[in-house]
């Protein structure tokens, strides 16, 4: 069974920084693509930023510009690097990871931004 661990969220002030980590159980080149969500509490869930095998990475809108993702398979891990954070960030982010036609939840982690 495939694992997704993420680690990294926390409570930050208003134009802070966090990094966001999501370590995969097995092979994450198997993976296409890897991808970041979140949910904002009484929200839906929302595609934050996905980072396919080949081609180029895709971000919301709402975060073009202050969000990274970086993806490095020898170490089977997805990164999320969040600059100048809003309060309207805050939310669980959630790592995914799709392999044939097979989502891949991980457990999420709260990322608070305070005003």
């Known amino acids: 069974q495939v694992q997704l661990v993420e680690s990294g969220g926390g409570l930050v002030q208003a134009g802070g920084s966090l990094r966001l980590s999501c370590v995969a159980s097995e092979d994450s080149s198997s993976f296409n693509p890897m991808q970041w969500y979140r949910q904002p509490l009484g929200k839906q869930r929302e595609l934050v930023a996905a980072?396919?095998?080949?081609?180029?990475?895709i971000y919301a809108s709402s975060v073009k510009g202050r969000f990274t993702v970086r993806r490095d398979d020898s170490k089977n891990t997805l990164y999320l690097e969040m600059n100048d954070l809003k309060p309207e960030d805050t939310a669980v982010y959630y790592c995914n990871a799709v392999r044939s036609n097979t989502n891949y939840w991980g457990q999420g982690t709260q990322v608070t931004v305070s005003s």
């Open positions: 980072f396919p095998s080949f081609g180029s990475r």
